[in-house]
Each structure stands twice: as C-alpha cells, then as structure tokens.
C-alpha cells in the first residue's frame, strides 16, 4: 500500500497508513492515515479545556 501512496520528501515517516480489512457499507474500501503534525492542536486543546471544565463540575 504503502509503494502506491506518495508523501512529500521531507516527511516519510511522519505518518501511519492502513488499509481497513472491512469496508463501509457502499463503499470499496476504507483507508486510515494518521499524521504526526501539529495542525490538530487547537482541536485537542479544546477538548482537554471542556473535559477539563465538565470534570471540575463533578
């Protein structure tokens, strides 16, 4: 899988690529790609906050 997908040259191993052995319902396959970047840190940070601010509650 991996020889057929193509990454930029300065971040080969900057990621983890699988092919889901069961696909959605309609379609032909499913493909899961994590990337190590930080782009989703705002997101994340969120969600610790809110976690954070409901865990004070209880």
Sequence with gaps: LRQ????VHWNQEGWKTG???VAAVGQPY???????NTCVHNSFSEIRDRFNKLYKRK
């Design 4 to 7: 057929n997908l193509h990454f």
């Design 19 to 21: 092919l889901c052995s």
């Design 30 to 36: 499913n493909l899961l790609t994590l990337a190590n």
